[in-house]
């Protein structure tokens, strides 16, 4: 690892690495995880080189901020969001995003102010929702887009759409 946020490393972690324009040497690489399993799925950059990542985790002691929208791992498979500072050196905010079950990140944007837009899939009954059209499980698998403010601290409008079927289904991870 280059200039690591975390050296080391559990069972199955994600990790991130950044490569220098050149193509020549590594700007930083990190490992991103717990004990257990983690999977990174999704990646973002923002116009100031912040880097945001979006995955799932198995692990209770998954690398999350004092302040995270939820330090507690929910279900047996838990969305994680982690936005690292620009060159990787620090996590600006590290967070799980989900419900008591199987949920999990396969997309991630960020718009103009830093704003964070997560979409994956959900089948916990108390996946976070605020003002949603849909606040409640529509089938055994629903699609939901959350929206994390800059900071890390406040979850948005995270509509759930019901959808009972998956244009994808991958193994699991347990």
């Known amino acids: 690892m280059v200039n690591a946020v975390q050296t080391n490393a559990g069972r ?3 990790f991130v690495a950044e490569i220098n324009a050149a193509g020549s040497a590594l700007v930083f690489s990190t490992y991103l995880g717990g004990s257990t399993n983690q999977n990174a799925f999704t990646v973002a950059v923002d ?4 880097i945001y990542v979006g995955g799932d985790a198995v692990s209770a002691d998954f690398p999350v901020t004092a302040n995270a929208l939820s330090r507690l791992l929910g279900g047996s498979l838990t969305p ?4 690292l500072s620009p060159g990787g050196a620090s996590l600006v905010y590290s967070t799980y995003l989900g419900g008591n079950d ?3 990140v396969t997309g991630i944007a960020v718009d103009s102010a830093g704003n964070a837009y997560v979409a994956g899939q959900t089948y916990s009954t108390n996946f976070p929702t605020v003002n ?3 606040s409640n499980l529509a089938g055994g698998e629903n ?5 994390i403010n800059a900071a890390g601290t406040a979850l948005f409008t995270p509509p759930t759409w019901a959808a009972t079927c998956t244009p994808f289904r991958r193994h699991r991870h347990r």
Do not use: I, L, P, R
């Open 12 to 14: 199955v972690n994600a």
């Open 47 to 50: 116009s100031s080189g912040a």
């Open 102 to 104: 199987e949920d999990d």
């Open 143 to 147: 699609e939901y887009v959350a929206k």
């Open 80 to 83: 994680f969001v982690t936005k």
């Open 132 to 134: 949603a059209f849909q």
